[in-house]
C-alpha cells in the first residue's frame, strides 16, 4: 500500500507513456539482428525506493530525453535536423557505448511507447547507423 501518493501524481500533465528503447544490431553482411531491449525495466520496485531508488534517475533522464527528441521532430521536417539532434545523439552515443560483437557494423534504434489503454506503439525510429568502434 502506498499512502503518500507519487510526485508525478500532481503534475500538470501527468506521463501517458511508457517509452521503452529497442535496438538492433546490423552485422558485415548487412543482416539485421532481432530488436533487444538497451536496459530492463523492473517490473516491481523494492520496498525502499521511496528512499532510495539510484534507477529513477537514469529512466527519468531517458524520459526527458525522448520528450525532447518527439519535440523535435514534430518542430522540424527534415530527418537530417532530427539525426543531428542533441537528443537523438544522446541516444545512439548510449547504444554505442553498450557491448556488441566483433561482427556488428551498424546499429538502429526504435523508441516504443505504451499505455495501460494502448498497446505498445512506434514512437520513433532511428535511421541506421555505423558503430563507432575505438
Known amino acids: 500500500m502506498q499512502f503518500i501518493p507519487m510526485w508525478s501524481f500532481f503534475a500538470p500533465i501527468p506521463g501517458m507513456f511508457d ?3 529497442v535496438f538492433r544490431k546490423i552485422d558485415k553482411n548487412n543482416e539485421p539482428y532481432q530488436w533487444i531491449p538497451a536496459f ?3 517490473d516491481k520496485r523494492n520496498w525502499y525506493a521511496f528512499l532510495w531508488n539510484p ?3 537514469f529512466l527519468k533522464g531517458f524520459f526527458d530525453i525522448v520528450q525532447s527528441l518527439i519535440q523535435f521532430v514534430e518542430e522540424v521536417k527534415g530527418k537530417q535536423e532530427v539525426c543531428l ?3 537523438y545523439l544522446l541516444i545512439l552515443n548510449y547504444i554505442n557505448s553498450l557491448k556488441h560483437d566483433q561482427d556488428t557494423e551498424k546499429v538502429q534504434f526504435m523508441i ?11 514512437i520513433f525510429t532511428s535511421e541506421v547507423h555505423r558503430l563507432v568502434k575505438e
Open 19 to 21: 517509452y521503452y528503447l
Open 40 to 42: 530492463n525495466i523492473p
Open 55 to 57: 534507477e529513477k534517475r
Open 85 to 87: 539532434s542533441i537528443p
Open 112 to 122: 516504443l511507447g505504451n499505455s495501460r489503454l494502448y498497446e505498445s506503439q512506434t
